[in-house]
């Protein structure tokens, strides 16, 4: 498994951009598109107390030592990929042992969610469903009531 993080950068930025990697990544490594991943948090990247977000950005690649004489073509495609994207480039790698590596797979569900998998539900779909159903304005308002009125009883084991 090769995961790619990504610091200072828009995570959904990155979401087009590791769609358009991975397959480049894919051939360096010879590996499945199963096998890369990419994580890229909402933060701010920061020196000196100014955010440097797309001015600098950090790249840290985790993967397995075996693939580690592959780094300087994998470096290039990184590169390539992120130039238009940031002023400055940091790219570093950081490699482990597979022996160290443990995996969970729930064989009940898909292993990874994709666009064909997922629903997205949109705030104005959830609006206009929900006016629907209680009229329009219905959010507007605070819901001052008891919101776990029914499940007391539950929580108390049966007794008040």
Known sequence: MIT?????LDPYLVR???KAMTPKLK???ECSSDDIDFYCPECLYIHDGVEQNTWNILVRVHAPLKVKVLQNEAVKV???FLKDACINLAVEFYY????????????THPR????SNSVEISEDDYEEENEDEKGEGWYDEPYLGNVFEGFEDKLNGGKK
């Not at 790619?4 to 200072?8: F, K, P, T, W």
């Not at 482990?96 to 064989?107: A, G, V």
């Open 112 to 115: 990874f969610m994709t666009e």
């Open 4 to 8: 790619v993080s990504i610091l200072g």
């Open 16 to 18: 087009q951009i590791s």
């Open 78 to 80: 990184i590169r390539a």
């Open 27 to 29: 051939d360096i490594y």
């Open 96 to 107: 482990y042992s597979q022996d160290d590596r443990y995996e969970f797979i729930d064989e």
